[in-house]
Nanobody, 124 residues
Framework: QVQLVESGGGLVQAGDSLRLSCAAS????MGWFRQAPGKEREFVAA????????YYAESVKGRFTFSRDSAKNTVYLQMNSLKPEDTAIYYC?????????????????????WGQGTQVTVSS
């Protein structure tokens, strides 16, 4: 059974940093998504476990970094230079199988398993 447990959210000021963690029950290609109030869930970042290739949304490129600890089956999202518009509930997700096309990583509909979400609030 695939399980994802997130942690690391909180309330910070603009310009601060946070690191989110997602502990998984196995080694999977993983994605991070976020959903702000009244908005659709959007892609943030993803990584392929086999070779570590990562994908980022344009809005976070250069500020967020996806990493992993293979020994712990845990992935991280390091978020630097946070902005108020980054405020959202952040979710990690997996399909528990590799995607064939890189474009698949960007769509939430391709992920079957989701963490419980962690709130990130950035004040101005």
């Amino acid at each position: 059974q695939v399980q994802l447990v997130e942690s690391g959210g909180g309330l910070v000021q603009a310009g601060d940093s946070l690191r989110l963690s997602c502990a998984a029950s196995g080694r999977y290609d993983m994605g991070w998504f976020r959903q702000a109030p009244g908005k659709e869930r959007e892609f943030v970042a993803a990584s392929r476990w086999s070779d570590g290739i990562t994908y980022y949304a344009e809005s976070v490129k250069g500020r967020f970094t996806f990493s992993r600890d293979s020994a712990k089956n845990t992935v991280y999202l390091q978020m630097n230079s946070l902005k108020p518009e980054d405020t959202a509930i952040y979710y990690c997700a997996t399909a528990a199988k590799p995607f064939v096309l890189s474009s698949a990583y960007y769509s939430s509909s391709n992920y079957q398993y989701w963490g419980q979400g962690t709130q990130v609030t950035v004040s101005s």
